[in-house]
Each structure stands twice: as C-alpha cells, then as structure tokens.
C-alpha cells in the first residue's frame, strides 16, 4: 500500500509538472493539457485512482491545496491595482454575481431539469471563475492590463463567494424542507460568515505584523504565513463548512494591502507553491472520475445547459452589471466570454451532490456531471480562445517581446530607438528626469521612476516586456536591480553591463547567480559604449543571407563592431554575452554598434549587388 500510495503520489507530480512544461514549451493552456493527463492517467488507462488511494484523506487535501492557491492569488490582490478599473470589478462581483445566479438557477431548471432547489444551489456555485484556471490563462494569454486586472480580481474575490452562495442556497432549502431548521439557524450562517471575514483579517493583520516588526526570523517567514493560512481556513470551516475560503481571501487581501517590506519573498513562495499544487490537484480530480460519469456529461440536458451557460447567461451578467462603467465594448465581450470554471466549482459541487440526495433530492446526482461538462467545456473552449479572441479585439500585447532598459544614457537612448524602429517593445526607466531626456527626444518611451520602487509594480506594466538590461554606471545597482527581477523575467532574460575592473567595486568575485548575465563582451562597460556613441559610433540592422553569412559578417565586422543581439525570424530576441555562442541564420537580423565609415562602404559596395544584407543606419 505504501509504495503504491508513493508511486501515486509521483505520479500526480510529474504529470502535473510535465504538463505545465509541455504548456509552456507549445503554448497550450496548462489546464487543458492537465486535464488531458488526468483522464488518461486515471479513468482511460486505470494507472492511478487518488480519491481511492488517498482514502478519507482525499477531500481535506484538495481543501487545504485550493485554501493555499486562492490565498496566494488573493496575496496579489492591492487595491492600487484596481486604479481606474475599480468601478466595472465592483458592479462585476456585485450585481454580475448575482444576475448570473438568477439566470445560471433559471437555465439549469429549464434546461437541465434539476428542481428548483437543487438548480439554486449550482447556480450559486457556477458564478465561480476561480484562479485556479484564471491566473495560468493570464499567464498564456498577456492581455493588456485593464482587461487582466477585472478577470484576476473577479476570479478571486467570487471564489469564495460562490460557495458561499450554494451553502445559503442549502441552507434555505433546509429551512424550507426541514422542521428542525428554524430562523435561528438561518441566522447563523450569516453569523458564521461574518466571523470567517473577521477571522481572516485578523489573522492577515496579525501575521503581518508579527513578519513585519521582526518577530518571525526570515528563514521561518513563508512557513509562518503557510501555517497561519491553514490554521485560518481549519478554524473557520470548523464554524461552517465552506466559510474558510472567505476567511482565506480575506487574510491574503489584508496583507497585501498592509504593504510589508518583504511581501514579495513571499508572494513568490506561495506563486511556486501554488503553481504545483494547481498542477496536483487537477491530475488529482481528473483522474478519480469514472467513465460512466464522463459518459454522463454527453445527456443533452447537460449539454444544452453549458452552451446556455457560456454563450448567454456570462455575457449577459457582465454587460448588464458593468452598464455605465467606462469599459469599452470589446473589453466588456473580451471578459463576457472568458469564465473558465475550475477546482473549487468541482470540490463544492461533490460535496452538494451527497448532502442533497441526502435531503431527497434525487435530481442532485447530475451535479457532477453538470459541473465536469462545465468545467471541461470552459476550460478548453476558454483556454484556446483567450489569446485570440484578445488579438481580435485589440486587448492583447503584441507577441513581438520587448525590452526594458534600466538606466538613461545615450547608449540607451540610440538602442532604444533602434528598437522602437524595429516595432520592439520598448522602455527605458530612470529616477532621473535629465538622464531621460535624450530618450525623450528620440520618441522612444521612457518612465521617470525608481525601478526598484514597490510602486513600479502598480505604474509599470511588464507584461509587453520579456528581456531587462540593467545599464546604469553603477555595478553593484546593476546587480540588485537583476537579482530583484529575476523572479519576473527568469534568470536567462535579464542582463547587465560589463562589470568595472576597478578595486573599490569589483563584483567579479561574486556568485554568478548574483546579477544578470553580462550583456555584450567583456569590456564593454557603460563609459566604454557612451563612448563610442559619442564619437560618432553607429547603430546598424544587418539582414543575414544565404549570400551574406553570419560566419561572413563577424569575420569582417567583429574587430569594429560591437555586437548587440539578433533579432531571429521567430521573433525571439537573443542577446550577445559573454559566454553565449550565439549564431545568426538565414533572415536573422544583428544589431550592433559600430564606427561610422570604417569598412561599411566597402562591404556594402560587394554585397549589394546580390541584393544581400540590409544595412541601415539609426
């Protein structure tokens, strides 16, 4: 038993990993592919059954995953975000959620048969989004921040209350059906929830404060708040099933907007926790269905609910709720259309399915296959369409990935400006208004700010940019800046300047982890490549050829020039380093920077009758 529990266990890790790799590696969305695993692992194939394997211990671990996952996702949620948004994301969990109750009870009534019970309860669970599926979609898709911000906002805050809709639902159906229900009950559970709200912001402001006077050692800080998460969710499910995931949420928003020192370490643990425990739990429920469940969701009541589900009852929740609200028409259709269902909509609604036929309604044994046929459609009609339907309605960042440079100069400002022409992606950011000016000038886009600043976050929207070039004067500053971004551009996509051989701030000694990756040769240091611009150095986009090689190009050019990146037909951006081999191929573009005269003409003049490279100047 105990190494068929362990090879599950292994099991449900490397699928749930590896198809989060496939995702990235293939640009699918991670939870359709999860899916996928699942069912191939579980009911198709019969390797593994979790919900068998893992016994009682089952739901309480699904539980406490989605209590860590829906706290980690809440940890992002600081109202500065919401700036100019806030109003749509209000009527959107207010009055959205509701209408889409109503209209979500009514369609499953009259189209999936259920009592008007039992359609009550499901349509209070089904206004549920959940970052389980959101946030790895936001993460494929890169919308534009106004559209991002209400689908992750809505996502997490309706969470939890959309279980807590299908308890009042049942609650009210127990008061209705049952003597022993009275209005003293009822009451409770407002009570109750009530409690869970003021539980989770205790324990936010608690913990907090505790992380942030020094009372928690920093090696001990993820594991206090992990603990402090799971104690918070325990105790309020304790007072009534369901209220924890308020409790939770609750928690995660208080310390966001307590605005500690050292949120981020966290935010990043709990972002890889979760990360693998979304992996988890959906190979977990998919592969404990059974065959005669999935063949249940094909019943053309179930089928004709979902379609109603997707196509009527979500877009007519958000345009009615968000009715003189500044969102435009195509960001209203863009989140209209995306509301993929996920874990907490599956949880729930197997607990409903038991607790209903327990009151005797015999109709909530289809709540599984119900919600399986919503989640299952969602998330593969929402998964593939997300990014284009965002490009259609023009709310998607360009697939070209940017650059962001920190530190004005001259050298940034000409690269920039090379970039910008290229349609790159580009900004240059600086605490300095004087050192941005030549940037300025150019046209190329710049932010007057300290990088560094907790409020870039909320000022700087990073989502167009996939590669950082730290390029101040200052090595050390170079250094920091890389380290604290690594975790948003991962430790290949950020780089840094020559390091200044001087003795009072040589950091060649260092680690290698500390800093990015040295960008350009050895040498080629702030002063170095200032310089050369200033004398007249310029910046050149060569087109390699069949006729004009990669090898052709550097054997005449590396002595003068100085090599920058190619800009590669897939559109990638690969920068020269120190210890990169990189090599251009045919349609490839280099950019580099070199003298103004030296050799140019020459090489042109041989190459430019086989209509070979294109050489321009900046």
């Not at 008007?116 to 890169?142: C, D, N």
């Not at 920091?480 to 200044?500: A, I």
Request: glycine share 8%.
């Amino acid at each position: 038993m105990i190494e068929s529990l362990l090879f599950t266990i292994m099991l449900i890790i490397v699928l749930g990993i590896g198809s989060q790799w496939l995702a990235w590696r293939f640009g699918f969305p991670a939870i359709v592919i999860m899916t996928v695993a699942g069912l191939l692992a579980g009911p198709f194939l019969g390797i593994i059954n979790p919900e068998e394997d893992f016994g009682q211990l089952f739901n309480p671990i699904i539980s406490a995953a989605v209590a860590i996952i829906l706290f980690e996702g809440s940890l992002n949620l600081d109202y500065r975000e919401i700036k100019g948004v806030g109003r749509p994301i209000l009527r959107i969990v207010t009055f959205g959620a509701l209408i889409a109750w109503v209209l979500g009870s009514w369609a499953a009534h009259y189209f999936a048969g259920l009592s008007w019970a039992v359609a009550y309860v499901i349509g209070g669970l089904f206004i549920v989004t959940g970052p389980t599926v959101i946030l790895p979609l936001l993460r494929q898709a890169k919308l534009k921040a106004r559209p991002a911000a209400i689908l992750k906002w809505e996502g997490i805050i309706v969470d939890p209350f959309g279980a807590l809709l299908a308890v009042f639902a049942f609650e009210i159906i127990k008061f209705l059906t049952e003597e022993s229900v009275t209005a003293q009950t009822l009451l409770l559970y407002f009570v109750a929830s009530a409690v869970a709200g003021l539980l989770g912001w205790l324990f936010g402001r608690v913990s907090g404060w505790m992380i942030e006077k020094g009372h928690v050692p920093e090696f001990l800080k993820s594991p206090f708040v992990f603990a402090f998460v799971l104690a918070c969710f325990s105790i309020s499910d304790e007072i009534m099933h369901e209220t924890g995931l308020l409790a939770v949420t609750v928690m995660g928003i208080t310390m966001a907007n307590m605005h500690i020192t050292s949120i981020d370490d966290m935010r990043h643990f709990k972002e890889t926790m979760s990360v693998m425990l979304i992996s988890a739990v959906f190979i977990m429920i998919t592969a404990s269905l059974t065959i005669e469940t999935l063949l249940e969701i094909f019943n053309w009541n179930i089928l004709s609910f979902v379609v109603l589900m997707m196509i009527l009852v979500r877009p007519l929740s958000i345009f009615l709720s968000t009715i003189r609200t500044d969102l435009s028409f195509q960001e209203k259709t863009l989140v209209g259309w995306i509301a993929p269902r996920g874990i907490v909509a599956l949880t729930v609604s197997g607990y409903f399915d038991s607790a209903l036929q327990d009151q005797g309604f015999e109709d909530a044994r289809l709540l599984t296959p119900l919600t399986l046929g919503l989640v299952f459609a969602t998330v593969c009609a929402h998964g593939f369409s997300i990014r284009w339907m965002a490009r259609k309605l023009g709310l998607a960042i360009d697939d070209q990935p940017g650059v962001l440079l920190v530190g004005g100069s001259l050298f940034s400002a000409k690269f920039g400006e090379v970039l910008k022409e290229m349609n790159i992606p580009v900004l240059i950011t600086d605490s300095s208004y004087d050192r941005l000016i030549t940037a300025r000038n150019l046209g190329v886009p710049t932010y007057r700010g300290e990088i560094l600043s907790e409020q870039t976050d909320y000022q700087i929207d990073f989502t167009p940019y996939e590669y950082m070039v730290a390029s101040t004067d200052i090595d050390s500053y170079n250094a920091l800046v890389c380290n604290t971004f690594v975790p948003t551009f991962g430790r290949t996509n950020v780089y840094q300047l020559s390091l200044h051989n001087t003795t009072g701030d040589d950091l060649r000694g260092l680690d290698p982890t500390v800093g990015g990756n040295i960008i350009f040769h050895d040498g080629a240091t702030w002063e170095v490549l200032n310089k050369k611009v200033e004398s007249g150095y310029v910046f050149r986009k060569t087109k390699i050829t069949d006729q004009y090689t990669f090898q052709q190009y550097v054997n005449e050019r590396a002595d003068d020039a100085e090599l920058l990146c190619i800009l590669k037909t897939s559109r990638k951006i690969v920068f020269f380093t120190e210890e990169s081999s990189v090599k251009g191929e045919d349609g490839d573009i280099v950019i580099s920077l070199g003298p103004p005269n030296k050799g140019s003409d020459k090489i042109r003049e041989k190459y430019e009758e086989n209509s070979n490279p294109t050489i321009t100047r900046a």
